[in-house]
């Protein structure tokens, strides 16, 4: 009896899953799925910046003057910049020197760069060492080559 309930049994689990495969097989031709709620709005806004194209951009005060361009972000343990590294006063990328300035004291207008402060005012500011050869903080590998982050 055992050997007659198997195949039975096989057949009608196999007769019960055709139905179901074949209705997975007559999916519409679009089968995105469309976002709803917070997910509806995840694109970039107005008075956002993406980190890859602000690094390298050049930094132009109030008059209009190039002031030296952005060198790194330098990011908290929340995971938002804290400062952006500007190089000012290097000449064909030499003489110069990083300084920290805080993200809310940047203002992008016109795809543009600017701080509310002149080129010798920043010159006047402490320089600022993207390592620090006490700690080693700012010289470990990135977590995209390998390294742990925090660490």
Do not use: C, W
């Amino acid at each position: 009896m055992l050997k007659v309930s198997v195949p039975v049994a096989f057949a009608a689990l196999l007769a019960s899953a055709i139905p179901g495969a074949y209705a997975q097989t007559r999916a519409t031709p679009d089968t995105r799925i469309e976002a709803t709620g917070a997910q509806a709005n995840r694109v970039i806004q107005q008075d956002q910046i993406r980190a890859s194209k602000m690094i390298g951009s050049t930094v132009y005060d109030v008059q209009n003057r190039k002031i030296g361009s952005v060198k790194e972000l330098i990011l908290n343990r929340d995971g938002k910049v804290a400062d952006a590294v500007v190089d000012v006063g290097s000449f064909l990328g030499m003489g110069g020197k990083y300084i920290a300035v805080s993200m809310t004291d940047i203002k992008s207008d016109n795809n543009r760069l600017t701080l509310d402060r002149t080129k010798e005012q920043l010159q006047q500011m402490a320089d600022y060492r993207l390592e620090d050869r006490n700690t080693g903080a700012g010289t470990s590998t990135s977590p995209a080559t390998g390294g742990h982050l925090g660490r």
